[in-house]
């Protein structure tokens, strides 16, 4: 691990945690960890991502805990020159990609889709992304995100080993 090592998260790790492992009335030490290793500089994710989870329901209580985030916690994506210079790069590889279906380059070329901002963040801006999604280069009806990151060298990995690099142990049991 390059203690330098930036990380981008996925919209999946966000939305994985509040439905399963890390919900907020169980486990907020995860949510706190993932604010403070903002301000340490380490956790960032992108605008598309933040767009993302504000498509949800209402109530739901991702959309309230992201819109108390720092401002800094999404970076541009649209909105930064470098990043639109390497999303084009991606989209002329999806393009020309002929192992993937067209339903499958389409939805990766998607405007509101954050994956391939993920990857011109990364490229960018030299991070490393954090999802929970499971690469399958067979696979030909998705273009699965740490596929297409590993097509242009951008390391991605799970959100256990990020926590295994960069968290303590901090469960406590209550009676």
């Known amino acids: 691990m390059n203690l330098n090592t930036r990380y981008l998260i996925d919209a999946n790790v966000f939305i994985q945690a509040k439905n399963f492992h890390y919900r907020f009335g169980f486990c907020q030490a995860f949510w706190e960890w993932l604010i ?3 301000h340490a500089g380490i956790v960032f994710s992108v605008d598309k991502v933040r ?8 109530d739901d209580p991702i959309r309230a805990w992201i819109n108390k985030l720092p401002e800094s916690f999404f970076i541009a994506d ?3 020159s470098q990043v639109r210079q390497q999303y084009a790069q991606l989209m ?3 393009a020309s990609n002929t192992h993937y279906l067209p339903q499958a380059k389409a939805e990766f070329a ?3 889709e954050a994956d391939a901002f993920l990857i011109a963040a990364a490229l960018a801006h030299k991070f490393t992304i954090v999802t929970q999604e499971v690469g399958n280069p067979h ?6 995100l740490p596929d297409a990151a590993d097509k242009f060298g951008v390391e991605s990995i799970f959100i256990y080993e990020l926590l295994s690099q960069q968290a ?3 469960f406590a049991l209550t009676l």
């Open 110 to 112: 998607g405007s509101d």
């Open 168 to 170: 303590t142990g901090n």
């Open 51 to 58: 767009k993302e989870l504000n498509n949800g329901k209402k």
């Open 139 to 144: 696979r030909k009806n998705k273009v699965m």
């Open 36 to 38: 403070d290793a903002h």
């Open 78 to 80: 649209i909105a930064d």
């Open 92 to 94: 002329q590889w999806n």
